[in-house]
Nanobody, 118 residues
Framework: QVQLVESGGGLVQAGGSLRLSCAAS????????VGWFRQAPGKQREWVAF???????NHTDSVQGRFTISRDNAKNTVSLQMNSLKPEDTAVYYC????????????WGQGTQVTVSS
């Protein structure tokens, strides 16, 4: 069972930046799509961005132009660079992986808290 561990969260003022990292216990990123998700208090979890094994990236509309997902296969990490943060970005951020689009996301990490103050 692959284990993913998120890090990099914290408290930042609106307009600031954070960089989240998702580290894997084994080398999976070259064969799996990795996604970032977030869950704000009282809301459902939503996807934020994903990067496929082939390097294709997609970001949800609300973060387009502010967040960037990237991957470093040598370091077994996927990062989420978050710029121009807004209070509505406050949430617990999770990463997950899956090998094929038709299987559920798995190997969820424990999450990292991002809090953006106004």
């Amino acid at each position: 069972q692959v284990q993913l561990v998120e890090s990099g969260g914290g408290l930042v003022q609106a307009g600031g930046s954070l960089r989240l990292s998702c580290a894997a216990s084994v080398s999976i990123f070259s064969t799996n799509t990795v996604g970032w998700f977030r869950q704000a208090p009282g809301k459902q979890r939503e996807w934020v961005a994903f990067i496929s094994s082939g390097g294709r990236k997609n970001h949800t509309d609300s973060v387009q132009g502010r967040f960037t997902i990237s991957r470093d296969n040598a370091k077994n990490t996927v990062s989420l660079q978050m710029n121009s943060l807004k209070p509505e970005d406050t949430a617990v951020y999770y990463c997950a992986a899956r090998r094929f689009p038709w299987v559920p996301w798995g190997s969820w990490g424990q999450g990292t808290q991002v809090t953006v103050s106004s």
